[in-house]
């Protein structure tokens, strides 16, 4: 019998699009984080997706000596890859976003692969009471933000993470967004293998419906053929089932709090590592085997841990 798929589980720790008031349990203080991460990896993820957070408000914090504490950690207590976000968040410029892969020098890090509206302004319809200021502003702001990433975006942030080694996340959030990146493969400024990640279920994003999974897989594969790595997130509620649909069509998953604060209807998860176990149960469901950190080193040809400046 041949040997049954390896599939990659990123876990996406914290992010930026979940404020404090929202859930006890997202990660905060670079302790959190480190643990989080940790006990993710513990739980079967081979790749930890990380961002900052300032430890006495929770709001997203984009400076190198924010990560550098929990990425030192978890790369001491573990042999996860570490891959850091140029995502940041919505309101802040790429050179803010990019200044920590570019003093870190990760294995891995993320790239937004086009400018969209970013509308997490929907949430003030569940979210009432806040504990920080800088919540409410936040999530109001999205209702007239683009989240820019140009040309001229991408082309620095790709410049500056392969002069480091720096292999991307290419989170793509629409159709278009994969055309973006099938440009930059053309003109050899990405070399393969692709990590492509498909985001669905934001607000200025394509939706979270079945088909629209099986389109970006389609168009994907025309477009990049066997040169890439198909991973899915889904944001909220879908999150689980969106891993599912793809898992069974050969992608690889992300789950975690950045993208869903829920472990099922109305239940709150209450860490990261117990959606890795969830995601992990359905690929074993499905007969498929899951990768570790080293394999996905090499699924995804990364340079390796001993290579990065933490």
Known sequence: MAAPRKVIITCAVTGSIHTPSMSPYLPITAMQIADEAVAAIEAGAAIVHLHARHPADGRPDQSPDAFRPFVRDIKARSNGVINITTGGAPTMSVQERMQP????????????????????FPMLNRYKDFKHDWERKFLESTKDLVFK????????????????GTKFEFECYDTAHLYNLAHFLDRKLVTPPLFVQTVF???????????????????????????????????????????????????????????????????????????????????????????????????????????VAF
């Open 101 to 120: 892969a570019l003093v870190l020098k990760p294995e891995v890090a993320s790239l937004n692969m086009g400018s969209m509206n970013f509308g997490l």
């Open 201 to 307: 279920g934001i607000l200025g994003g394509i939706g979270g419906h079945p088909d629209d999974v099986a389109h970006m897989k389609r168009t994907a594969d025309r477009l990049f053929g066997d040169a890439y790595l198909w991973s899915v997130l889904g944001a909220g509620r879908a999150q689980m089932s969106i891993a599912s649909v793809s898992a069974a069509q050969g992608g690889n998953v992300r789950v975690g709090l950045e993208d869903s604060l829920w472990d099922g209807p109305g239940t709150l998860a209450r860490s990261n590592a117990d959606q890795v176990r969830r995601v992990r149960r359905i690929l074993h469901g499905l007969g498929l085997d899951i990768a570790s950190p080293d394999d996905a080193r090499q699924m995804l040809q990364l340079k390796g841990a001993a290579n």
């Open 149 to 164: 990433n140009t040309f001229a975006d991408i082309e620095f942030v790709l410049g500056a993470g392969t002069d480091n």
